[in-house]
Each structure stands twice: as C-alpha cells, then as structure tokens.
C-alpha cells in the first residue's frame, strides 16, 4: 500500500476508491489534504491579482472621489498643472468644500480634519478622514491628460494607489479570497455532513457522518 499523500492521490479516481480507502486516512490527513487542496484553488486568483495594473480605491474608501464635483473638476483642468511630477495650481480658489467634503489645490495639508480631503500638494496627494491619512499618492501616473476630467483623474488616481501599494493590496485580496473559499469549503462540508447523516444506515457509510463528508469532498 502507498503511502501518504500518494495513497490519496491514487484513490481519487472513481466512486467506490475514496470510500473504499476512506480508513487509511487519519483525521489529520484529511484535514491537512483539505488545506492542500484549498491552497491548490488559490493558485488562480494569486495568478489573476499579480496581473493586475489597478485597481478601484473606491474599494477601500468608500466615496473618496465624491468631494471632486464639477466646480471642482473644472477649477483644477483650468487652472493646475503636473510637470516632473510636480502638481502647481495658478488658480484664484484653492479651497473646494461640499457636502462630500473637501478638495485642496497646490497647498499642502497642515491638519487632518474629520471630513474627506483630498490634498493635491506639490508633490504627492494626501487622503485623510476623521483625522487618519488614508492614502499617500505621488504622481506617477496623475499627469496633465489625466486632469482633463473626473473619470481619467479617477482612474489614475486608482492606478498610481495601486501600484505603489502593489503588495499589500494584492495580499489582502489572496486573503479574502482565500477566506472565502474556505468558507464556502465548510459550507458544503456541513451540507455533506447532514446528507450523509439522513443516509448513515446505508453500509455504504461505516464512519461518521463529518469523516463521509470531507472523503465525499
């Protein structure tokens, strides 16, 4: 007889091997086999996050583009300027404050306030709340086409956010992935458990009905 894992393995094939080999494995076996087999389905989505090139920061903070309004959006494609990566504003208003909260134009943020700010200083935009930094921007991607309205401002916003917080951001989503699936894993496992429960006097299930579930899985 084979053994671990390789005994596993060559018992997947089928339906009557898993059940007919089912008491060669152990409990730890098969609960080490299901955090193999969930980690194995991560594979795909770490692939998929460490292709991406942005991703929306409106996932993380909620409305943050909601304080840039048309008043707004207009004032900065007249009147400011990104060269070298430098933003420079030449406007006569550089203070926009709505109900969404505020937009601050080539001056840097001396105090972080309770509403949402955005601060585009000379070098790197700053989003703070209730008194938090939220996000630390350079402008990479933030250039002058970029200015010309809110949906490409957005969008390199988003990207510049993104790419400068690459690993963290993607590690964050391969975590919630991975909770995910592992919480639909036990999901399924607790419906197997209470299908094999209303059939555990049939010979076919021996074993507790848990044990069934997770071979049956």
Do not use: C
């Not at 060269?83 to 926009?96: D, K, L, R, V, W």
């Not at 001396?110 to 703070?128: D, M, N, P, V, Y």
């Not at 957005?154 to 951001?169: E, G, P």
């Amino acid at each position: 007889m084979l053994p671990y894992p390789f005994n596993y393995f060559s018992s997947i094939y089928g339906f009557k091997k898993p059940f007919t080999n089912r008491k060669l494995l152990s409990w730890f076996q098969l609960i080490f086999t299901s955090i193999f087999l969930i980690s194995l389905s991560m594979i795909p989505v770490a692939v998929q996050n460490a292709s991406l090139k942005t991703y929306p920061l409106t996932t993380f903070v909620d409305g943050v583009f909601d304080p840039i309004t048309k008043e707004a959006m207009t004032d900065i494609t007249k009147n400011a300027k990104i060269e070298n990566h430098q933003f420079s504003y030449a406007g006569q208003q550089p203070t926009h404050n709505s109900k969404a909260g505020t937009i601050l134009l080539g001056q840097e943020q001396s105090t972080l306030g309770e509403k949402l700010t955005l601060a585009f200083g000379s070098k790197q935009l700053i989003i703070s709340k209730k008194g938090k930094k939220l996000a630390n921007i350079q402008y990479q991607h933030i250039n002058q086409a970029a200015l010309n309205n809110k949906k490409s401002l957005s969008a390199a916003i988003s990207q510049d956010w993104f790419q400068q917080n690459r690993v963290t951001i993607s590690l964050f989503l391969t975590l919630i992935s991975g909770f995910l699936l592992t919480l639909n894993f036990f999901i399924v496992l607790l419906g197997a458990t209470f299908f094999l429960y209303l059939t555990k006097k049939s010979r076919l299930f021996l074993l507790k009905p848990s044990k069934n579930a997770i071979i049956l899985l």
